[in-house]
């Protein structure tokens, strides 16, 4: 009929819409976009940076000496004057633990540090060189027959306390895990064809070796540091609770938990504070690992 408009075809209409469905997203920017994609590794990383900024500029985030002795304050409860109380010499509890912050972070940096440079020059040389490969595997195999903490404390009980040895101690009893997996990692390497490829092109072992099986270990080597740095913290903290680790007189948080056991029941605080700071540290290091592994492993991406 004339003078009405008929309305348009329904294949034009669904044509018309699929821009607007089909459209990709624009991509989250900025600081919320970076939360939204991976969170654990943004909060792990904020905890972290925060404690490790209280540890460095300890002096000037309101701590006083952690060894002065004060035996008129003996004990008291947090106050604004103490804000985690004091211990049974009168010492700032705040202040010794956040000065203790220094000793937890430095063992679990250079542990980490160290056992995965040694084990991944292990790995990489036993999984690359089999006659080596039978030798190194078996006296792995028997280190790690041992609890590393009690191997740490063998290693302490032959040496005098200090953080030197105590880094020392934890990191020969972390090797040996990272060289085990390296090796794993090195092995299945091995088998790929451009692997092949390149020996069947005549590049020497050493060549194949660091610019093909190198780079493809670092990801998991990366994860695995963060684990490393994590456990070696707990471990510092056990060492030093049952005495073999660093000095009584230096301030950790395992020498503030195992000053304060004696009386944890009737004044909580002399525990609490030390053993909270640990935790939440452990915690923070262990999600930038979980927001490392999947920054780094495609499979375990949630999104394209």
Not at 10 to 38: F, N, Q, S, Y
Not at 95 to 116: K, Q
Not at 152 to 170: C, D, F
Not at 173 to 185: F, K, N, S, T, Y
């Amino acid at each position: 009929m004339a003078g009405t408009t008929l309305p348009p075809p329904r294949d034009l209409v669904i044509a018309d819409a699929l821009p607007d469905v089909l459209a990709p997203r624009k991509p989250m920017t900025g600081l919320v976009g970076a939360v939204r994609r991976r969170p654990t590794l943004v909060l792990g990383a904020s905890i972290l940076v925060t404690i490790v900024l209280a540890a460095v500029f300890a002096p000037w985030v309101g701590t006083v000496d952690p060894g002065t002795l004060a035996t008129a304050k003996r004990l008291k409860p947090p106050s604004a004057e103490n804000w985690f109380g004091t211990d049974m010499l009168g010492r700032d509890l705040y202040s010794r633990v956040i000065y203790g912050a220094r000793v937890s972070l430095a063992v679990g940096f250079f542990v980490a540090l160290l056992a995965s440079v040694i084990g991944l020059a292990i790995g990489l040389v036993s999984g690359t060189v089999r006659w080596i490969d039978s030798i190194v595997m078996r006296l792995i195999d028997g280190m790690m027959s041992i609890p590393p903490i009690l191997l740490a404390v063998a290693l302490m009980a032959l040496t005098r306390g200090s953080l030197q040895n105590v880094i020392v101690a934890i990191t020969l009893a972390e090797i040996p895990r990272v060289a085990r997996l390296v090796r794993g990692i090195v092995l299945s390497l091995r088998e790929q064809p451009y692997i092949d490829a390149a020996i069947a092109a005549g590049s020497p072992m050493w060549r194949i070796v660091i610019r093909h099986i190198l780079p493809n270990t670092l990801a998991p080597m990366t994860v695995q540091a963060t684990y490393i740095c994590a456990s070696a913290m707990i471990v510092e903290a056990i060492l030093s609770f049952i005495g073999a680790g660093v000095p009584p007189i230096t301030p950790s948080w395992g020498n503030i938990m195992a000053e304060g056991r004696a009386l944890w029941q009737v004044k909580p605080n002399l525990v609490f504070f030390s053993a909270a700071f640990l935790s939440i540290t452990v915690l923070a290091v262990n999600l930038v690992g979980d927001g490392l592994r999947d920054i780094l492993d495609p499979r375990m991406a949630k999104s394209l």
